[in-house]
């Protein structure tokens, strides 16, 4: 939903890959450009940075790709990726001047009818301990907080994990 609490219709979700969109430089800069603002907020820092062309390809291959255009611009884009009994949703990226437009609602929305197609009954993603105004905006969208993690080589807590179970 945007923020008048209405969907934005016009944006069109597409699949990433050989029969959808297939831009993989205009992805990277998606994800490299809406994680930015994480640089020198998380540590350790987000795996963005180890991203390439070559890695979404096979991303894309491995996993459902998701993008979100208006008027033909990429301006979201997420993976998805079935797991035993959830749908682990990751690299959730919108374009910094479309946010709050609905577009990671329809990213959402749109995996939520992957994961109920695949028998999944949740989606589930991580988010970083830091960022709190994304726990807040996930648990906005029906996510709740199920687990801390923590990443190699650290003994606090990084990460988030949250689940929404899908109806």
Sequence with gaps: MNRNGSEDS???IRRVGAAGYCD????LDLIIGSFAYMDGVIDPPSSAHRLSVEGLRQKALDEI????LLDGRLVGCAFVKPEARALYVGKLAV???MQGHGIGYRLLTEAETIARTLGRD????ETRIELTSNHR???AWGFVRTAENSHPGFTRTTSIEMCKRLA
């Design 122 to 125: 949740m989606l589930r993603l």
């Design 137 to 139: 905006r996930f648990a």
């Design 10 to 12: 016009s944006i069109d």
């Design 24 to 27: 993989y430089e205009a992805l």
């Design 65 to 68: 790709g998701l993008a979100a």
């Design 95 to 97: 374009a910094a001047d």
